[in-house]
């Protein structure tokens, strides 16, 4: 079970928070924090279902986690475990997540695929959602695979299709001149650029584009070479 507790500051106010697995007695509030995250004109239909959150504990557990503050829950994110293969890496966010329901997960994969991270508009600027990868990332370590990897959806692209394509948008990411509201906020917690895939989502400001990022785990050689 993941449990983990620091501290955030709201301006110089330490607050008390933990990063730990969702339940399904967490199931109402992820629902909640969903609709307030993600609200009209929001399709409804892609908030989480009480189905999708059930395999999401009872398939692979280590991949469900939340956070609180002070006692509230406020946030969460949620992967699976998948086969990648570097070589083919076109795939959407449907294929790769079982449409949030994640009834392929692999427990013998290669890859732990991030399907969603979800923040309450309120708790935003605490720096949850990186804090929330963070956790990831050690689940990387911890089960020895080779990456995290998910789809991040470009919704700075719309402003600058008429005048870049999309490998120039993400070159002009990586630069500086540009910045991308999630890619950006990617970039700042560790992720990589691994290429731009079509028909990722449907998603008119990214153009049905989602742009593969990964984190490598730095561990998995050495563990490797010590037999483990």
């Not at 301006?11 to 969903?34: A, G, H, M, V, W």
């Not at 979800?118 to 020895?144: A, F």
Request: hydrophobic residues 35%; glycine residues 8%; aromatic residues 12%.
């Amino acid at each position: 079970m993941f449990n983990k507790e620091f501290y955030v500051f709201a301006e110089n106010k330490p607050l008390k928070c933990l990063i730990r697995n969702y339940t399904k007695e967490d199931f109402d509030d992820l629902i909640s924090i969903q609709k307030e995250a993600f609200p009209p004109p929001f399709p409804s239909d892609l908030w989480w279902k009480p189905e999708q959150l059930t395999n999401h504990v009872t398939l692979f557990q280590e991949g469900a986690l939340c956070v609180e503050v002070d006692g509230i829950l406020c946030g969460s994110i949620t992967g699976l475990i998948i086969n990648f293969n570097p070589d083919e890496p076109d795939h959407s966010w449907s294929e790769a997540t079982d449409n949030g329901y994640i009834r392929n997960h692999n427990p013998k994969g290669n890859t732990l695929y991030i399907v969603d991270i979800c923040i309450s508009p309120r708790y935003r600027k605490l720096g949850l959602g990186k804090w929330l990868m963070q956790s990831m990332y050690e689940t990387v370590t911890h089960l020895n695979l080779d990456r995290l990897l998910g789809g991040g959806r470009l919704p700075g692209y719309h402003l600058h299709s008429k005048k870049i394509n999309i490998s120039e948008y993400v070159d002009k990411l990586l630069t500086g001149e540009l910045k991308d509201p999630v890619i950006t906020f990617l970039l700042r917690c560790g992720r990589t650029p691994v290429v731009p895939v079509s028909n990722y989502l449907e998603d008119e400001e990214s153009h049905n584009y989602g742009l593969l990022m990964e984190w490598k785990n730095p561990f998995k050689n050495r563990f490797e070479k010590m037999g483990t």
